[in-house]
Every structure is written in structure tokens, then in C-alpha cells.
């Protein structure tokens, strides 16, 4: 097994890293138009639906598509599984790229763009009761933790780099790093776990109008364990796509060690749910046959399904079945969040939402930017484990 | 006669500061020590549906007090008739009809004894300041909309069509009152039904008006201890949800979130605990198998 990390190499610009830059592109100028106009004419939001597709998908669910660090790092560096460490850099790269572009959208999101400094810098205006708060101020600083975990990538390739003064700070930097970097990972680990965690009590403060099926106190709980699951169904995915973009042969056995804590987070999450359905006596609700009922029912199937598509250790040994797993894992987590953030909130009859075809566009941009953004890094860094990349095109 | 009881209630809010006690807005509440008391200072509104005759007067002082445009809507737009709270009307009378009952309702800030706006807040621009009246400073605002989705009455409002939004929503034209005046809506009312007082005083004209005619309202005064009380009060002469206010318990709205949120980062001990924690695991570790990075980790 080779566990060292080298940059794939290849032409970066290829075709399909053009056409997601020209996506990327197209929403830097409507994010710009966005800036001008303001949020009631680039958006769909309004006064029922203060928050919509940026906050419930850039946000809430890709910072959780960006919880593979969180999640490997909890295994490698906690439950002490060094076997998974090729896993480590990758899952950070996907980390910190997604923490950034959410970091990015909620910059779009807020009314009063120019003075989002405002929240880190104004600490004696800070509200200790409010989770946005602890959310904001978490994300933020976990963006800086995130670069600086996966630096030494950057810097192994940059003490060799031609340009004298990169060379001497990253010879100079890297001992250092390496030196802290137990107590920079604890703060890799503590961060998710707060803000994660917050992003449920966030919606909570919503009271009657977020459907009682979503409005437990364990909310805060379901979150975090679901970023968790997340985290993990986004490491065999992204792996899978690297052994097809990248042609690597993807760590069979490390991948097949993976389906055991998807399967306890997928466990966990059904079970701690109807747990807690039945404990506030609200199981009328699951019965009661409307759409916030069925999207109950839609998200129970969905966190159960993976668990019993893996079920057969023939089925975890297998890249197609883990593939398709995790992509199902993927899909009930992110529609745990977005039921949480918008189907299961209702402000009142007489309010709907839908994304407007600028902040889809807006959003799908920012997806197509974290995609260039991995692709250049991965060619450029030793990220990914592996042979270097032969002579055959690659993505 | 309405005129003589409210300059009654005129007087009391003046001179009452020192001989209201915060005890007299809830009697008989001794036992619900959870209910957040309201300032002592507090003032507010009492709104009687069995007096409005939905003249929107209110409505377009509102506008002038504050500084808000007009906002005509209907079929021709020829009348300024905003329908519901938004950026442009920080009070609207709105008019519920089913069979032969009908009401208005005037709907504006509740001003919460416990705002879930300003425990929502990130850097409190939403605050209870003077008054208990909930005010808002734009210098700390961010536009985030927190307020919007933690508010159980709707009320804040973002000035979606501006490039430089700001919240909007009435704040009990705490401008007026550094004048000596009183709110505006209150100050036109041709009927007085609404008024402005201290909010135990309010409270007991309340209970008057349910005593004298108990046929007359539904029993309750909406917001003495609904979301843990509102420092405007509503009496009403059909169902309270039915003129639309939420079926609160006398839980404060922002009282889950914020348990759970001081409960877990009290004192902050818990995150400092869990990084230490999480070192001290990491460098047991290292200890056992490889470097800081894991990365000699235990290969098996």
C-alpha cells in the first residue's frame, strides 16, 4: 500500500475543468449583480421565507458535504486508525474548499454584506444566546484551522519551489506546523462539533412554526451525528471519483472499513429519530398523510436504506454498492437539513418560496468553483495517495 | 366617556413609575417563577377589537410618524392600504371575516417581554432598552434575518428592494416618547381603541373591561402571559387564533434554544474540556504509534 501523497499532475485546464470554471464564472457576475440590485430582486426570499436555497443548501447542507475532515480526522486522530490516514488530505482539501465557498455564500446571503467583519470584530456586542452567532464565528475561524491543516501540503511542494522566499517560509513553517499540529486538529475536531451541533438549535428558535416533527430538543444531536454520516458517504464518494477522474485504484479495503461507522451513524439517526417521535408522542404526525408527514417518511427510508445496502460484507467490499450507498447517505442528510430549513418551517399560508434562477445559478456556481478549486489543488499538491498520474488524459 | 378613562390612563402612565410594581402585572403568578418578569418601567399598548372601525388612521400616522412611504395596494392602488407588516408599513389593520363574525386586528411589534428577535440577535441590534420597548440599531445589524425566522408574530420586516437593507418594525415610537408624546397609532385613534400606558396598567384597565363585560370578549387578555407576555395587549371579541395569533404556552419563545445553547456553553467549559480532551487523546496516540501527524499511524 502506498500511503504518500503526490500531486496527480496533467494539463489543468482540460475540458471539463472549463466548462464548471465558465459555470463558476456566470455566478461570480450574478453574485457581483446581486450585490448591486439586492436581495429582493435577485431572490425568491421574502418576509415568510427569510431564508432560502443559499442558507438551506450552501450553507446548512454543504458545510455538512464538507465534513469528510471532521469525519476522518475523527477516526484517524481519536479512534487512533492510522490505516485511514491516506484518507486524511483529500477529506481536508474537500473540507476546506467547501467550508470556504459556504463561508462565501453566507457573505452573498447577508443583507449588509460590508459589515459582516463586524461579527468577529464587535466582541462586546457579542450575543451568547444566540446560535447564529456561535455558527458564524465557529465557521469562520474553522475556515483558517481547515487551510492551516492542510498547509503542509502546500508547503512540501513549495520547499522545493524555485522561488527563493516561498522556499525558506515553507522549510521555515513546516517544523513548526508539525510541531502544533495536535493542538490545530483538536481545534479541527472541537469546531464541527459546536457549530454542527448549533446548526440545529439555530431552527429551533423558530418555535410553532417549524413542524413538531423536526422541533426536538435533540435536533442539535441529529445534526451533528448527521454531518458525521455525511462526512463519511462524502469520502467514498469523492474517492470513487478520484479513481475514475485521476485513474487511481481506490483502497478497496480501507473504503470496505469505512461502512462500519456509516452504518452506526445511519443507526443511530433512525433510531434516535423514531425515539424520540414516540417519546413526544408525536407519532399521530408520522401518520398524519401530509407532505411534511411523507418528507418524515422519505428521510427515515433514506437514512435506512444505505444501512441495509451494506449490510453483506460482500456488498461493503464493493466500490459500486459503497458508491451507491453513500450517494443515498449523501441525499438523506442534505434532505434532513433542507427539510429542517425550509419544508419544515412554514411562516404561514399566505407565504411560498421557491429559488429564483439567479440564486440557483448562484449556487450551482459555487458548486462548479469547489469542483475547479479540488481539481487544481490535486494536480498541483500532493493531496491524493497514490502512483503518479501516467500520461492517460485525466480530468 | 372614553375620553375621561383615557386620560385616566394617561396619568397612571406618568405618575405610576414608583407606584407599580413589577408583582402587579401578573398577580396570582407567584408559582410561575420560568415567566421572565417585564421591566419595571415597561409601557405598551391595549388593543380592543369590540372598539376599532378598522379606519386605518392609525395606519397612516404610523407612516408619517416614522417616516415610512405610502404603500397603496388593492385592485386599483389608488388608496394606501398596506396588507400586511413589510418594509413600508411598520402597522396595519387587518380584517378577518367569517359568516356573520367579523373583527379588525391591528398588528405591529408585540414588544415581548422576552424578544426571541433579540435573543436571535448575533451582535444585539435587536435589544429591550428603555421602556422593555424592543429597539433596533442598524450599526450592529448584519442583514442576516435571524430575527425574521425567531420571531413568533412575524413581525420584523427586511427591506428586500434596497442594496443597503435595513430591518424594519415598529418600536413603539420611542422618538415620540423622548418628547413626551405618545405613539402615534395610539395618539389618532378616534375610538381609543387603542392605548398607550404603562403595561400594569394596561393590564388592569383590561381586566376591567373583561369584568364589566364578561359577554362581550373572549376571556383572556392576549399577551399577559402568551410566549411569556407582550408588552401590547389584545382583548378580543372572536378566538384569538382566529384573528391570527399563535397558539403560544406561556413558555417565553426563545426559552428551548437558549437552554439548550447556555446549557452545553456554559462558562464555556464544555468546548475547553472537550479540546483538551481531544489532545490528550491524540497525544496518547502519537505515544503509541507514530508522529503528530498519525502518519506512521498503526498499519494492520
Not at chain 1, 230 to 249: L, T
Request: hydrophobic residues 50%; glycine residues 8%.
Amino acid at each position: 500500500m502506498n500511503g504518500h501523497a503526490v500531486a496527480v499532475g496533467g494539463r489543468i485546464f482540460t475540458r471539463p475543468v472549463r466548462v464548471f470554471a465558465a459555470l463558476a464564472g456566470l455566478g461570480v457576475l450574478l453574485v457581483l449583480w446581486r450585490l448591486v440590485v439586492g436581495l429582493g430582486a435577485a431572490t425568491a426570499m421574502n418576509d415568510g421565507y427569510p431564508w432560502g436555497l443559499w442558507i438551506a443548501f450552501d450553507v446548512v447542507t454543504g458545510t455538512a458535504l464538507a465534513c469528510g475532515g471532521y469525519a476522518v480526522a475523527i477516526l484517524v486522530y481519536i479512534l487512533n486508525k492510522g490505516r485511514y490516514h491516506p484518507l486524511v488530505r483529500p477529506a481536508l482539501l474537500t473540507s476546506a474548499v467547501g467550508y470556504t465557498v459556504a463561508g462565501l455564500s453566507v457573505g452573498l446571503d447577508v443583507g449588509r454584506w460590508w459589515t459582516i467583519w463586524h461579527v468577529p470584530a464587535f466582541f462586546w456586542h457579542w450575543n451568547l444566546s444566540s446560535a447564529l452567532l456561535e455558527v458564524a464565528l465557529c465557521i469562520m475561524a474553522y475556515i483558517v484551522v481547515l487551510w492551516i491543516e492542510l498547509s503542509p501540503a502546500l508547503l512540501e511542494k513549495w520547499q522545493t519551489s524555485s522561488n527563493a522566499r516561498l522556499r525558506r517560509w515553507s522549510l521555515a513553517l513546516l517544523p513548526v506546523l508539525k510541531r502544533s499540529m495536535i493542538w490545530i486538529i483538536a481545534l479541527g475536531l472541537l469546531l464541527p462539533t459546536m457549530h454542527q451541533s448549533s446548526l440545529g438549535t439555530v431552527m429551533l428558535l423558530s418555535g410553532w412554526r417549524l413542524h413538531p416533527l423536526w422541533r426536538t430538543p435533540l435536533l442539535p444531536l441529529l445534526f451533528l451525528i448527521s454531518c458525521a454520516s455525511m462526512g463519511y458517504a462524502v469520502v467514498v464518494a469523492e474517492s470513487a471519483f478520484s479513481s475514475v477522474a485521476f485513474k487511481r485504484k481506490p483502497d478497496m479495503k480501507m473504503l470496505a472499513g469505512l461502512a462500519t461507522p456509516m452504518i452506526w451513524t445511519l443507526y443511530a439517526i433512525v433510531g434516535l429519530r423514531v425515539a424520540d417521535v414516540v417519546w413526544r408522542g408525536q407519532v399521530g404526525l408520522l401518520l398524519a398523510g401530509d407532505i411534511r408527514s411523507l418528507m418524515a417518511w422519505v428521510e427515515l427510508a433514506l437514512f435506512l436504506a444505505p444501512a441495509i445496502m451494506l449490510a453483506s460484507p460482500a456488498s461493503r467490499r464493493d466500490l459500486g454498492s459503497l458508491v451507491r450507498a453513500s450517494m443515498v447517505m449523501l441525499f438523506a442528510g442534505a434532505l434532513f437539513r433542507f427539510d429542517t430549513y425550509l419544508v419544515a418551517f412554514s411562516p404561514g399560508a399566505n407565504w411560498s418560496y421557491f429559488p429564483s434562477v439567479t440564486e440557483i445559478l448562484i449556487t450551482a456556481g459555487l458548486v462548479a468553483g469547489e469542483v475547479v478549486a479540488y481539481v487544481i489543488v490535486v494536480k498541483m499538491f500532493p493531496i491524493i495517495a497514490g502512483q503518479p498520474a501516467t500520461a492517460e488524459r485525466t480530468v | 366617556m372614553g375620553i375621561s378613562r383615557r386620560a385616566a390612563l394617561k396619568g397612571l402612565a406618568v405618575a405610576g413609575a414608583t407606584a407599580v410594581g413589577v408583582d402587579a402585572a401578573r398577580p396570582g403568578r407567584a408559582e410561575g417563577a420560568v415567566l421572565p418578569a417585564p421591566p419595571a418601567d415597561a409601557v405598551g399598548m391595549l388593543y380592543d377589537t369590540t372598539l376599532c372601525i378598522g379606519c386605518k388612521a392609525c395606519v397612516v400616522a404610523c407612516q408619517d410618524a416614522n417616516d415610512l412611504p405610502r404603500d397603496p395596494t388593492g385592485i386599483d392602488a389608488r388608496y394606501d392600504a398596506p396588507i400586511d407588516l413589510s418594509a413600508k408599513a411598520k402597522n396595519v389593520i387587518k380584517l378577518y371575516r367569517s359568516g356573520d363574525q367579523q373583527s379588525f386586528v391591528k398588528v405591529q411589534c408585540m414588544h415581548c417581554v422576552d424578544p426571541a428577535c433579540a435573543s436571535a440577535c448575533m451582535l444585539g441590534a435587536f435589544k429591550k432598552r428603555e421602556f422593555g420597548i424592543v429597539t433596533y440599531n442598524v450599526d450592529l445589524c448584519i442583514g442576516c434575518r435571524y430575527c425574521e425566522v425567531a420571531c413568533p408574530y412575524n413581525v420584523p420586516k427586511f427591506q428586500w428592494a434596497s442594496a443597503t437593507p435595513r430591518m424594519v418594525k415598529c418600536e413603539l415610537c420611542n422618538h415620540r416618547l423622548a418628547k413626551g408624546l405618545e405613539p402615534a397609532c395610539t395618539e389618532v385613534c378616534p375610538r381609543h381603541a387603542v392605548i398607550f400606558g404603562k403595561r400594569a396598567d394596561l393590564l388592569t384597565e383590561a381586566r376591567r373591561r373583561l369584568a364589566e363585560n364578561p359577554g362581550r370578549y373572549v376571556p383572556k387578555i392576549y399577551g399577559e402571559t402568551d410566549g411569556g407576555g407582550t408588552q401590547v395587549l389584545y382583548l378580543s371579541h372572536v378566538p384569538f387564533e382566529k384573528i391570527g395569533f399563535p397558539p403560544l404556552t406561556e413558555e417565553p419563545a426563545p426559552s428551548l434554544a437558549r437552554s439548550i445553547q447556555h446549557g452545553v456553553y456554559k462558562g464555556f467549559i464544555a468546548p475547553v474540556a472537550l479540546y483538551a480532551a481531544l489532545g490528550a487523546v491524540m497525544l496518547r496516540n502519537r505515544k503509541r504509534t507514530g508522529d503528530a501527524d498519525g502518519r506512521e499511524g498503526d498499519e494492520r
